[in-house]
């Protein structure tokens, strides 16, 4: 979640599309600003989820995601998941 969309789609697609449509910038800067500083939280939400120990592993198997009292750490790893979409969303209406 943290190199294919970030990196491939959002790096490439900021660097190579105003390239190939002779802009200086993608159509809504801020918007796309707004896209990359989303993914500095999630990334942040998700060491904080590794380090209290959220324990469903890097698959996030439901069985071991749905006990009771699991602690927060799956709560960060939720939300991190939700920021990282944000901002691959984000990110993706510019190239619209």
């Known amino acids: 979640f943290f ?15 105003p390239l190939l449509l002779g802009m200086p910038d993608l159509s809504l800067p801020r918007l796309n600003a707004l896209s990359a ?11 904080v989820s590794l380090s209290l120990g ?7 198997y439901p069985p071991l995601s749905s006990y009771p009292y699991t602690g927060v750490g799956v709560d ?6 939700h920021l ?5 969303l984000l990110g993706s209406l510019n190239f619209v």
């Open 3 to 17: 190199f294919l969309m970030p990196v491939i789609i959002g790096g490439f697609g900021n660097f190579l599309l």
């Open 37 to 47: 500083w989303l993914m500095l939280p999630s990334v942040v939400c998700f060491g």
């Open 54 to 60: 959220s324990g469903v592993g890097w698959t996030f």
């Open 76 to 81: 960060y790893l939720m939300f991190s998941l």
């Open 84 to 88: 990282a979409g944000l901002s691959s």
